[in-house]
């Protein structure tokens, strides 16, 4: 995979990242669904880049 395209997965997935994590904290009051949250966002990054990369 091109660097430049593993760049902008993580532009794409950072962004909701650190404002969905705000918004998660402000809602919930707590670090625990933050880190739920974070981790989900991850998993859908990884399985992004695995898509993107395509079969080799």
Do not use: S
């Amino acid at each position: 995979m091109q660097l430049a395209r593993m760049f902008g997965i993580m532009i794409v997935f950072g962004a909701p990242a650190i404002i969905g994590g705000g918004l998660m904290f402000h809602l919930f009051h707590n670090w625990t669904v933050v880190a739920i949250f974070e981790a989900l966002l991850v998993c859908g990054a990884v399985a992004t880049a695995w898509k993107a990369a395509g079969p080799k």
